[in-house]
């Protein structure tokens, strides 16, 4: 796998690299559990991974910390809470908050969100030359380096574009899946890793749903083995994203399935240190 910018670092030498924390303030599929909103991961106090309903999960000072945030996609369920951490954060930061996304996703955010109608411009608000919020364009396997982390990402298969993330901190290296079907990506990109310490993937509906698994493109736990059986090696795998209406059967069915690897389920609240 080849990444461009910075060569496969020694992580524990890079200049600024830290040990890290992500804290889950979202990791369901769908609303339905208030103590479990939609995907939203806290970098380090100052990355967000997505800005879904976990976002209310969140106080005012725990926004204002937040200068950057990486989007996974554009479904509403990784994106409802950036409109008000936008709006709120602008309140105690002079600085704009850079919201990082795919060209494509960051079009639909413009057209769609950020029109003035469904929810004010803030690239232009209080100035253009001062605004509230920037775009950055990001591509898969071009490297950034944000609170004090190296945050790769790579293309998966969604029915819009979407990419998930690795991230290496001076100590480990923990991947996102964000949703996802079947993908060899997520594998290869994960295999040409020395050692992955943390994988957070999905399984959004259980085996009776594998038809619209197959037709939203995410997975369900069967679908979920088949995509760990070509990971060489993960410590731990965190399974989230799981539709609230079947989280019971959907469980069952993870709790079941076998690997030489740790399967665990994530919840809101969780925080992971690598
Ligand atoms: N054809 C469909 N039938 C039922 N539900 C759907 C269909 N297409 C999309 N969805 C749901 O809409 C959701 C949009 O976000 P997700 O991709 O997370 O998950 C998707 C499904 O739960």
Known sequence: MIFSTVEQP???TLKGVLPASLEVFGCSGSVGDPGNGTSCFLLNQDVLIDAGSGVMAMNTAQMSKINHVLLTHTHLDHVSG??????SR???????LYVYAQQKTIDVLRQHVFNDLI???FTAIPSTESPALKFVTIQPHVELMLGGA??????????VPTLGFVIKSSSGVLAISSDTYLTDELSQVLNSMVQVDHLII????SNKDKKLSELTLHLCPSLLATQLNKLDTCRN??????????RIQTEREIEDLEFNFPLKLLRQGQTIRF
């Open 10 to 12: 020694d992580i524990v």
């Open 119 to 121: 929810w004010p411009d």
């Open 202 to 205: 999905e399984s959004s509906f």
């Open 82 to 87: 950036l409109p008000f951490l936008v709006e």
């Open 237 to 246: 795998v965190w399974v989230s994203y799981l539709k609230e209406w079947d």
């Open 90 to 96: 602008q309140h105690s930061q002079a600085s704009p």
């Open 150 to 159: 190296i945050l790769i990402p790579f293309a998966v298969n969604h029915s």
